[in-house]
């Protein structure tokens, strides 16, 4: 039988998944095709098994992956093995593995947790056709990872207790009195994580220490994640708050008028507008090599992309595949002025300087 099968929980990673999900395909048939969102991504029938597989560590949600996995498994006949978690705890996970560890694929939320595994030596390098599916700026440069989907930072706020009259242009106006209060951030979220450690890279350890500490002196509001805080800002419990973009776009769409709150694009440049990219990459302990590559092209295939920007709203990476007409062209920092191999280990100390900072008691 071939489809997905979640990876059992392993001594000491609390945080990971355990279940098992029926197979996508049936077992070893051509005559079975999918049904619900992965039929978005594949409407034809199901392959019959290949007797190859590939293991992936994913720290994309469940909800959002998986329908993906599920078509490549029944387009292809590979089995996939997936272990779900957090970015941040499978790369620390994966180190601990080292070269017991089964991963092929390692699938993060954003590249600090990638650039950690490379800043241990524990990546392989992505086939050079694979990484020519991206634009030079939105892959390693060493070949070790590829990003396959954008996620840019904006502030949301309510329409009704917020005018856009005044709302700042960049996230250093945040720690002005006029804002005490209103502000909420995701400061445990992976992709809050990893924009202060480029905030930290970008701007020097200092700058950015002090804007986190300025904004809790001025009351900034603790929110574990960036939905959390769009819900919160659609019903009106806080006026703004920093997120991805397409969690607004998300809710909007599920709610509909009901939803009070918006994106806010801070100025061009600002730190605050950071395109955040989610990457993937191969483990150079890796037994099925060929099958992970295959997987990465997958996720850059056009029907995927167009998936991910449709259904989900975050921006397509492949190149020549347009984003949904739903999103802004992105006027944001750029990923290619930001040297996501460089941050390495980063994120690490920027989990130390948040816990420090007292937000989290806010």
């Known amino acids: 039988m071939h489809g997905i099968t979640k990876l059992p929980l392993g001594v000491g990673t609390p945080l990971l998944a355990l279940a098992l999900v029926a197979a996508a395909c049936g077992g070893g048939t051509t005559d079975r095709t999918l049904d619900g969102t992965a039929a978005q991504i594949y409407d034809g029938q199901c392959a019959s098994s290949a007797d190859r597989s590939v293991t992936i560590y994913s720290g994309r949600t469940e909800n959002l992956i998986e329908p993906v996995l599920e078509a490549f498994a029944c387009e292809t006949g ?3 093995d997936v272990r779900w978690g957090a970015s941040t705890d499978l790369a620390l996970l994966l180190a601990e593995e080292g070269e017991r560890s089964r991963a092929d694929v390692f699938l993060s939320r954003s590249p600090g947790p990638v650039g950690f595994l490379e800043s241990e030596g524990l990546l392989g390098s992505v086939d050079a056709g694979v990484l020519e599916l991206v634009d030079e700026q939105n892959r390693s440069d060493t070949g070790s990872w590829v990003g396959f989907s954008g996620r840019k930072r904006v502030l949301v706020y309510n329409v009704d207790d917020v005018s856009t009259d005044d709302l700042p242009e960049s996230v250093f106006d945040l720690t002005d009195e006029q804002y005490r209060g209103q502000v909420a951030i995701p400061a445990t979220n992976g992709s809050f994580v990893d924009w202060f450690t480029v905030f ?32 919160a800002a659609g019903r009106g419990e806080i006026q703004l708050g920093l997120v991805n973009h397409y969690y607004n776009f998300q809710e909007s769409t599920a709610v509909g008028d009901e939803h009070r709150a918006e994106n806010h694009d801070l100025a061009d440049g600002d730190i605050g507008s ?20 295959e997987l990465i092209s997958y996720l850059l295939s056009a029907p995927v992309q167009r998936y991910f920007s449709e259904e989900t709203f975050e921006y397509p990476l492949a190149a020549g595949v347009e984003p949904a007409e739903i999103l802004p062209p992105l006027t944001a920092l750029e990923i290619g002025s930001v040297d996501f191999d460089a941050l390495g280990g980063g994120f690490e100390e920027t989990t130390a300087i948040i816990e420090a900072s007292g937000i989290l008691n806010q």
């Open 78 to 80: 590979i089995e996939v």
């Open 200 to 231: 930290r890279d970008q701007a020097g350890t200092d700058v950015a220490s002090q804007w986190l500490d300025e904004m809790v002196a001025n009351d900034a509001r603790f929110y574990p994640n960036n939905r959390a805080i769009v819900e």
């Open 274 to 293: 950071l395109l955040i990219i989610t990457a993937a990459s191969v483990l150079d302990t890796s037994e099925n090599q060929s099958e992970a590559n």
